[in-house]
């Protein structure tokens, strides 16, 4: 059987449901009862882990390297929002599109997830210095499809999170350019799983280089094909791979709906939305973003206060 990073998301949920209530500390029980079923699988499997159940993810290597405190200043972290500070309970990432926009995966927020359940922090690379603001309003794509659970599909994986306030100032806090194409020199970060953080996400947040692939070099057997012209190209159009045919650098589990920049002339723009892999850095299994330029009239249109079609 092949056991992917798409199994592994439905087996994590399987086994969360499998794990009596009893296992885990009342106040953090009564947490997780007060968000009901409408809350991501993402989100669920952060408060699995959160509650020191065993890890639920199989993170292997990100390959990263913590990035400089003031770098990245559209990075921004999805926390969830029933919990007070101190406590910050991480489970995916997002881009700051601009001053109180972010973009982020639609499976980080989908399940008819309410926008009193995310707050997003801003401003710091570290997660616990960061100011949290919270979010007022949830568009994920109208044509976000998850599939069904045993074989997920991601297609058209992104959200816009409108936050309950402008956050900007210029420096720690900067919007991510999102107009032009490309794949030179890209670049992934977030504070997601990463080899020795058994399944937990880090407190600062990483980055890796990353080379892009082509679809039709994504779709191929050894990748992403299955063998079978006949069956659909599990890569689509909306679609877009990077990492290493030889695995060992790669996005995984904590990272999704976190920015995929590439270098254009002096800084960076956001071409994709960290979205699945199989595994995380396995041979040939290239991680899997949202190619934005795709769903740049979508997010536009949105951020000008146009009508903005959602689930
Ligand atoms: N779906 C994962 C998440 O929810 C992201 C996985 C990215 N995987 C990869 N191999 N690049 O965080």
Known sequence: MRITGRLACALALATIMAIPPAAAEPAKA????????????????????????????????????????????????????LTDDPERIPFCGG????????????????????????DVVVGHTNIDKGRRVEVDAIYVRPDWVYGPIDDPIFHNDAALLHLSRPVTDGRTITPVATVVAGTANLRVSGWGATETSKGEMVRDLKAAGVKSVTNKQCNDDVAYGDGNAATPDRITPGMLCAGFAEGGTDSCEGDSGGPLTMAAADRRVLVGIVSWGDGCAEKNKFGVYTRLSEYQRWVADCIDGKPCPKQ
């Open 95 to 118: 881009s700051l599109v601009a001053p109180q926009w972010v973009l982020t995966a639609a499976h980080c927020v989908d399940n008819g997830t309410e926008a009193d359940a995310v």
């Open 30 to 81: 009564a947490r997780a009862k007060a968000y009901g079923a409408n809350i991501s699988l993402r989100m669920q499997n952060a408060l699995a882990v959160d509650d020191g159940r065993p890890p639920l993810l199989q993170p292997k290597v990100f390959g990263g390297r913590t990035v400089p405190v003031g770098s990245d200043p559209w990075q921004v972290a999805l926390i969830m929002g």
